[in-house]
């Protein structure tokens, strides 16, 4: 076996608790970076389609996720080698707490030797800090802690007691100053989409970059130490998957009511030999030529009256369906295959009704966990995050398995062409299952049947 070794500076922004501002201070660094002529490649810790569409207008680069259970250890190996390859900077961006989840942040950090950074929202206390960030650093050997980025700093003074606080193993990176001019804007699933916001996003970027620049401790503005990143030949890359897809079309929901679409996926299907053409159920009259349709996550629920009112759409994707053709509807698109959607205001809106069955908004009331889709062409995994519920559907063909708990998790629906479900699937999780997905029917049985 030959192992190939590269090395490229690297630093984990991870956190206490979620809302302490990772999103917005990565952000910032990679468009720092980036002004600085470096090639900065960004990656986000587990399922999350909003923060990595800031995160790739920032760094002016694709962003790809990095979850060990979702994706396993040797996809991320090859990611991040690969990345390593071409960047002068590699960033990532945690989930939640260090130590939340299974695995974690701080367990993906210490996998691959990436030096982290804890981002703190320090409002409120100052020694109290330290003690925390001191506590985190030392809470396990395996992990290294290059610092504290004290955020949303109200004084010098203020990060003098905090600086003056901190062992001297543990320095203060930064300490940023508040500053509502940074914070980007926020629905309920999340941040709003980068494509809603370009331009405003690009004046937070750059009050983002002074802001970086203002803090007293400057060590966050230098590349951190560089990591060696490693691929053995024994290691088959994504890109080189057999074609089971070779001389596909499938056609993929893009607009602003569809958008929860990871890179990852569409070069999952292009290794799979599939050619991906992209239209849009709020503004097209009708479907491109495909062999299969998929109908990602999103906003349906914001632009249900525009999905309803685009009669002809419905009706194409209501025609393809009935042809058999393979379609994946996510989330969203589930909501899009149902009869009829209810939305936030309760106003009540026709849909493709290629699934029998009602959705609803619920407010601030929803499901989110990684989950496996225990399909009948195998075992996908993937995440559920959603505040709406579907009533009078057909019986499911299974139920995800969740990753923590026995009971069931998301129903999936299997009719003539169609997979439907709440759960956002990572193709890459198991490529022979995905590209059975998008096959029509007889065409799954007869992989099936050569697979077993």
């Not at 945690?94 to 367990?107: I, K, L, N, R, V």
């Not at 959603?386 to 995800?400: E, I, K, L, Q």
Request: charged content about 20%; some cysteine; aromatic content about 6%.
């Amino acid at each position: 076996m030959t192992v190939t070794r590269v090395e490229c500076p690297a630093l984990f922004l991870t956190a206490p608790a979620s809302n302490q501002g990772k999103t917005t201070i990565t952000a910032a660094l990679a468009r720092y970076f980036t002004e600085q002529g470096n090639v900065v490649r960004v990656f986000k810790t587990g399922p999350d389609y909003l923060d990595p569409q800031i995160l790739a207008q920032a760094s002016k680069q694709p962003v790809e996720q990095l979850d060990i259970w979702m994706a396993g250890e040797d996809y991320c190996q090859q990611r991040l080698f690969l990345a390593a390859q071409e960047a002068d900077l590699i960033l990532v961006e945690g989930a939640m707490g260090m130590f939340d989840g299974e695995p974690s942040s701080a367990d993906l950090a210490a996998r691959f030797g990436i030096p982290m950074a804890i981002v703190m929202d320090v409002k409120g206390m100052a020694q109290t800090a330290a003690a925390l960030a001191a506590g985190l650093a030392s809470f396990r050997s395996d992990v290294d802690v290059a610092g504290l980025i004290a955020n949303r700093c109200g004084s010098e003074r203020h990060a003098e007691l905090i600086r003056d606080a901190l062992p001297e193993s543990l320095p203060l990176l930064a300490s940023l100053k508040r500053d509502e001019q940074i914070v980007l804007p926020e629905r309920h699933l999340g941040l709003v989409q980068a494509d809603e916001v370009a331009d405003e996003l690009e004046e937070r970027f750059s009050a983002a970059v002074d802001w970086l620049q203002q803090s007293n401790d400057c060590a966050l503005l230098s590349l951190p130490k560089a990591v060696t990143f490693s691929a053995s030949d024994t290691e088959t890359p994504i890109e080189e998957i057999e074609p089971l897809l070779a001389n596909k079309t499938i056609a993929v929901a893009k607009d602003a009511a569809f958008s929860f679409i990871y890179d990852a996926n569409i070069k999952a299907l292009q290794s799979l030999g599939a050619s991906i053409v992209y239209f849009s159920p709020l503004k097209d009259n009708s479907l491109p030529n495909a062999d299969a349709l998929w109908l990602p996550g999103g906003y349906p629920e914001l632009h249900a009256k525009a999905l309803s009112e685009n009669l002809s759409m419905r009706q194409a994707i209501m025609d393809f369906h009935h042809t058999g053709k393979a379609i994946l509807a996510e989330c969203g698109g589930l909501l899009y295959s149902l009869q009829s959607l209810t939305d936030l205001q309760e106003v009540c809106y026709p849909m493709t009704g290629i699934l029998a069955g009602q959705g609803a908004m619920r407010g601030k009331r929803g499901c989110q966990g990684m989950q496996t889709a225990a399909l009948p062409q195998g075992d996908i995994r993937g995440h559920a995050h959603h505040r709406s519920r579907s009533d009078n559907t057909p019986t499911p063909v299974a139920f995800g398995r969740r990753q923590r708990h026995p009971a069931p998790g998301e129903a999936i629906y299997q009719e003539k062409g169609l997979t439907a479900t709440y759960l956002h699937l990572f193709f890459p999780s198991n490529l022979a299952a995905t590209a059975q997905v998008f096959l029509p029917q007889g065409a799954q049985e007869t992989l099936m049947a050569d697979a077993g």
